[in-house]
């Protein structure tokens, strides 16, 4: 089979939240096996995604939020909901001048830049949530998601870690650990974390299926590595990638059963 180089999205119709930057994949595969997976990511929700509150912290609760504050962070929380960014920004804005220790507030709009690719003003944004309460876990995740796409995974591990002590049950967090430690070829810190994100059931995160098939392909895990892509391509068979994924776990279905 002729080489061909695949260019994957992992985007996903059931989620329009979920765009990432460009997969460089190669279905003929280089010596040591591996499926190649670079980390460009701009998936919008990854590190915002948050189905349930996080644990209220005795800080949280001795906020004494001003009326006007509150309806303005509100309102910019239903406009990122519905996807409109520069009204969300006009609103976060307004919440933190008219408080200026608002660092739920500073730390939305550091999402809303981020889902603009606006990296630096997410990490001032996060930063000043940080400054403010050390322990947001929404701040942690959204600063590791910044040291992360700067290539920066040692830092970016660490933020993690805090984040997911401040808020366990944030599947996304544990996604972004996993790919963190597979960057650093940490790779039973990378199977924990994104096993951990494939167990939480209301919180789909299919492409982590993508980063166990590349962790088991470096250990010639061929076998192990098709069924976890079986499994991201059942979770969106309408992927645009669908079909060279689909030829790349046939080919490791082949290497697995070669004597």
Known sequence: MPEVQYSVTATTPSDPNLVSDAVEMNPSLAANGN????????DRSDHT???KPGVIRADENEQRIPREARKAFNEGLKFKGNDEPLKALESFNRAVELYHEYYQAFSERGDVNVSQRKLEEAAADFDRALKINA????ALRGSGY????KREFADAIELFEKSISADPNNANTHLLLGIANLELDRRESAREALQKALSFDTQPVPRAHIYLANLYARERQYLQAADELHKY???DPLAAEAAGMREIEAKWRARAAAP
Do not use: D, M, S, W
Not at 146 to 149: A, Q, R
């Open 35 to 42: 499926l190649t997976v670079q980390l460009l990511l701009r």
């Open 146 to 149: 910044c040291k992360l796409e």
């Open 49 to 51: 995604k948050n189905p």
């Open 233 to 235: 391509i059942e979770a």
């Open 135 to 138: 322990h947001y876990g929404p």
